[in-house]
């Protein structure tokens, strides 16, 4: 069995991660902690648990004297209080699934521009994998710190790398129009995130300063063996969950849509968790799954190519992802826990 423990149990992602763990066959969940529900039963805070887990809920403070106990501990913090945690997790050999913000970018420079905070560990940047497994398995595979991605930028990523991989596209041509449930703003009390505030209505937000940018420039990048700059703009959708991702770029010579397709089959081929259909994405068809569907068109008029790509924000955009990177890293089957169709409608 694997022993585990989960910081900021009782946010959406973390409930979520809960739910994952609970019901994995070779996991043993040790401690769950939480800021906010310190002392409450798990299920006072999510009665959906009633009868099947009566876990009191721990303070961070009693949480890191349990690290013993573990083999891994996921953090789901906002950015900048998953630093001495995962240092203190690492020091006593427990693996650390991070499913925050502050591992993911490899330049402590890059963190403070874009989250306004000077980075608490840049030395464990070094060790840190970035959590997309259809793109750095063999790497997590021996990794201790796993930087779990974005919700947007794995939509993001995984549409375009086929594209960059085999630089069919002019990287500078990149634009990323997405959307989000609000799920995915956290279960903090926020304003803009109430029912009257969201309800009939879709908003752009972070435009030309949303903090996964630099996040997908990296990961782009990086397939494409050269720095590259994105436009991307998220929006926020009246919907508790899911995300669209709809990607343009460039073509730079003319392609057609079956050798596209192809480029795309034999990129993904072995993925049990992405689908290329020949249909456009909807996130309906995605929701409840650690499932990324994406679709493929081509304007022929402009020359660009259209991926559209849906997910779940809180599964293969967080908990789910999380998961499959603990399968990886203690090499059981990857979608065992996880192989779970969509929830429809």
């Known amino acids: ?39 409450l039963s798990f299920s006072a805070t999510y009665p959906n648990y009633r009868n099947f887990m009566q876990d009191i809920c721990i303070d961070i403070q009693e949480a890191e004297q349990q690290l013993s106990k573990i083999d ?3 953090i789901a913090l906002p950015h900048g209080k998953s630093f001495d945690l995962a240092q203190k997790a690492l020091t006593q050999g427990v693996k650390v699934i991070d499913l925050g913000a502050d591992f993911r970018l490899t330049d402590a420079n890059l963190y403070k521009d874009w989250y306004d905070l000077d980075h608490g560990c840049p030395q464990l940047l070094s060790q840190a994998v970035y959590g997309l497994p259809e793109l750095h398995r063999d790497k997590i595979k021996n990794a201790s710190l796993i930087a779990n991605p974005g919700c947007y930028p794995t939509a993001s990523i995984l549409a375009l790398a086929p594209l960059l991989k085999e630089q069919l596209i002019v990287k500078e041509s990149i634009v990323i129009d997405a959307k989000s449930g609000v799920s995915g703003a956290g279960r903090t009390a926020n304003i803009a995130t109430l029912y009257t505030e969201c309800s009939e209505s879709i908003k752009a937000y972070g435009v ?7 996040e997908i420039e990296q990961e782009l990048g990086l397939l494409n063996g050269s720095p590259l700059f994105i436009s991307f703009t998220p929006h926020l959708v009246p919907m508790n969950r899911g995300i669209l991702a709809t990607c343009y770029g460039s073509l730079r010579t003319q392609i057609s849509k079956e050798a596209l397709y192809d480029c795309y089959q034999s990129f993904y081929q072995n993925e049990y968790f992405v689908r290329v259909l020949d249909t456009i994405p909807e996130t309906r068809n995605v929701k409840g799954s650690n499932l990324c569907d994406i679709g493929l068109r081509i304007d022929e008029r402009t020359g660009r ?5 849906a997910i779940d924000n809180l599964i293969k955009g967080a908990a789910g992802q999380a998961v499959q990177n603990m ?19």
């Open 1 to 39: 069995m694997i022993n585990v423990g989960v910081i900021g149990s009782t946010g959406y992602a973390g409930q979520q991660l809960v739910w994952y763990l609970h019901r994995h066959p070779h996991v043993k969940i040790r401690f769950l902690s939480s800021h906010n529900h310190t002392g």
């Open 72 to 74: 891994v501990l996921f």
């Open 208 to 214: 030309a300063s949303h903090r996964h940018t630099p």
């Open 305 to 309: 190519v259209i991926v559209i790509s």
């Open 327 to 345: 399968n990886i890293m203690f090499g059981l089957v990857e979608m065992i826990g996880l192989d779970i169709l969509p929830m429809v409608p």
